[in-house]
């Protein structure tokens, strides 16, 4: 039925409808909507008990403000319209206005059933994900929430003491990471430059034995967490040992140290490290830690004798 079909039959309707008929349908509206409202009421007082999370609080009243208000809608459209053609198209077009009004807390319910069916991330574990990065806190029907860390980047992977609410739909739109999902630990890489002048060789060895002492103990719970994830997930990592890995930069020699850590732990064990490494460089008469400098090489005293240097004797 189009539009202007449905008005002729509404004005045709109560043109013949006798005043008792509108009166009652007048009482048995102002009913719906009373009772409505008080079960509404009612059912609000029960969900504040229930929830002691403001942002769940907001939103559970919001869906119910929503649906008390759809349903009073579709009632009296029935009271009044009972017995025209057209209600089924008030009743769609109600439906419509009230799945574009709930469209948020609906994908974020969806979100809700996702995270806990396929549990892409638990109480407890650290993850990233739409700009923010922490510790989960906290998993509700429409948010869950985080205590943010500082930036990995940075190195300050501390809790900033603030709490990160994000809507569960953010998990069907946004990247997730998840430091946890399959073992306890994460790679961190400390690098170290030393000056081409140094005894870079000697320096790897100082390195190699320190990241050693600190973190090669780690590497087979790590290796065990890993295979036991792999009728989930295709992980594939060719050592967890810690290395040294070499290579020449702008400033000097660089020396990185990759190893694994637990995923709370990587700028205590940063710390333990540097201060392991500075006190053993500073025994070593022959390395030196490179830094941003500018120096001027004259070639004929410095160079190499094929290259127009110095000849030696």
Known sequence: ????????ELEAYFANASRGEIVSQVIWSLVVVVGLLFVRRAIGRLLDKRFTDPADRYRWNKVLRSVTWAVIAVIVAAIWLDGVSGLATVIAIIAAGLAIA????IVDLGGWLYISARHPFKLGDRIAIAGERGDVVDIS???FTLMQVGDAVAGTRQSTGRLVLVPNKFIFTNPLVNENLVFDYI???IPVVVTFESDWQRAKEILEETVNRHAAHLAPDAEAQ?????TQYMVSVASF????FTRAVNSGVELTMRFLCEVRQPREMEMAIWEDVLRAFAGEPRIDLAYTTSRVVRNTEEGKPA???PVIG
């Open 226 to 230: 890993a295979q036991a994830s792999l």
């Open 187 to 189: 790679w961190h890489e």
């Open 102 to 105: 709930l469209r948020d807390p």
């Open 241 to 244: 040992e810690p290395r040294v």
């Open 141 to 143: 029907p429409f948010v």
């Open 307 to 309: 290259l127009g240097g």
């Open 1 to 8: 039925m189009n539009p202007q079909d449905a008005v002729a």
